[in-house]
């Protein structure tokens, strides 16, 4: 933040984020996390259902309870996510409903899911997809 035209923003910064796990997150980087609240105290998570925002991108995990990293990439900023199922370029990612924090291609009659990512290439299941964040938007498939 530019805290010289908002002084207001003088404690905050881009870039990393660290917080304790509320989950053990050992291994769940290039996943989506989400912030959740822990007796008032924030903590990082994995999404646990495909209506959640998860806007932080794992960069190094450790047990519940101790400090995680995570990244949350910008509008103008793509970034990879791990995949479950396939895609192609242009495609509009999900949150997958089967393995929390990966991004998924809804099926043609999934109805309407929250899209926050489009492909930036092609992918196959378990690959390090690079996406592209986008405004959060309800989506019809």
């Given at each position: 933040?530019?805290t010289i035209l908002?002084?207001?923003?003088g404690?905050t910064?881009?870039g990393?984020?660290?917080?304790?796990g509320s989950?053990?997150?050992?291994g769940?980087?290039n996943?989506?996390?989400?912030?959740?609240?822990?007796?008032?105290?924030?903590?990082?998570a994995?999404?646990?259902?495909?209506?959640?925002?998860?806007?932080?991108i794992g960069?190094?995990?450790?047990?519940?309870?101790?400090?995680?990293?995570?990244e949350s990439?910008?509008l103008?900023e793509?970034?990879?996510?791990?995949?479950?199922g396939s895609?192609?370029?242009?495609?509009?990612?999900c949150?997958?409903?089967t393995?929390y924090?990966?991004?998924?291609?809804?099926?043609?009659?999934?109805?309407?899911l929250?899209?926050?990512?489009?492909?930036?290439?092609?992918?196959?299941?378990?690959?390090?997809?690079k996406?592209?964040?986008?405004p959060?938007?309800?989506?019809t498939?």
């Amino acid at each position: 933040m530019n805290t010289i035209l908002n002084p207001g923003q003088g404690d905050t910064k881009r870039g990393e984020i660290t917080l304790p796990g509320s989950v053990d997150l050992t291994g769940k980087e290039n996943l989506l996390w989400k912030i959740v609240n822990s007796s008032g105290a924030a903590q990082f998570a994995l999404p646990t259902a495909v209506t959640d925002i998860a806007p932080f991108i794992g960069a190094s995990g450790d047990v519940a309870g101790n400090d995680s990293v995570a990244e949350s990439p910008g509008l103008d900023e793509n970034c990879r996510v791990y995949l479950d199922g396939s895609c192609v370029p242009g495609d509009m990612l999900c949150l997958s409903s089967t393995h929390y924090g990966r991004l998924y291609k809804p099926a043609a009659s999934a109805g309407s899911l929250l899209v926050e990512f489009i492909a930036e290439e092609s992918g196959a299941d378990g690959q390090l997809l690079k996406v592209r964040r986008i405004p959060a938007r309800l989506h019809t498939f």
